[in-house]
């Protein structure tokens, strides 16, 4: 949710991102460049949303006017679920598991536009 717009921002396993307005109204549909999407972040202050999921982290900026735009993506390991953003430093923050080892892994990944 972006309260400034007061948008909701929805992904999922479609391919798709769509923009709500809280009240429920369908303002605009984008396609994904992964095939699904685990679970996202948004900076409040940048309005760039980071999305994990596919084997990949995705960085969407939204004007709150026109439909989102994917603004950059970078391919990670298949196992990725969960992305953070540091509201102080903007860092991305990835982190992934393995099953088959029981490893766990957490990278820090920045943006520059």
Same mark, same amino acid.
């Given at each position: 949710?972006?309260?400034?717009?007061?948008?909701?921002?929805?992904?999922?396993?479609?391919?798709?991102?769509?923009?709500?307005? =809280?009240? %429920?109204? #369908?303002?605009?549909? $984008? +396609?994904?460049?992964?095939?699904? &999407?685990?679970?996202?972040?948004?900076?409040?202050?940048?309005?760039?949303?980071?999305?994990?999921?596919?084997?990949?982290?995705?960085?969407?900026?939204?004007?709150?006017?026109?439909?989102?735009?994917?603004?950059?993506?970078?391919?990670? =390991?298949? %196992?990725? #679920?969960?992305?953070? $953003? +540091?509201?102080?430093?903007?860092? &991305?923050?990835?982190?992934?598991?393995?099953?088959?080892?029981?490893?766990?892994?957490?990278?820090?990944?920045?943006?520059?536009?």
């Amino acid at each position: 949710y972006d309260p400034t717009f007061d948008q909701l921002l929805v992904g999922g396993t479609n391919g798709k991102l769509s923009v709500y307005t =809280s009240g %429920g109204k #369908h303002l605009s549909t $984008i +396609d994904m460049p992964a095939d699904r &999407i685990d679970q996202c972040d948004l900076d409040h202050q940048t309005h760039l949303m980071a999305c994990a999921g596919g084997g990949k982290i995705i960085l969407i900026a939204n004007d709150g006017t026109n439909p989102p735009k994917v603004v950059g993506q970078i391919d990670v =390991s298949p %196992g990725i #679920h969960t992305v953070a $953003i +540091d509201p102080k430093t903007g860092t &991305i923050w990835g982190a992934w598991s393995v099953r088959a080892t029981g490893a766990a892994f957490i990278q820090g990944f920045t943006y520059t536009p």
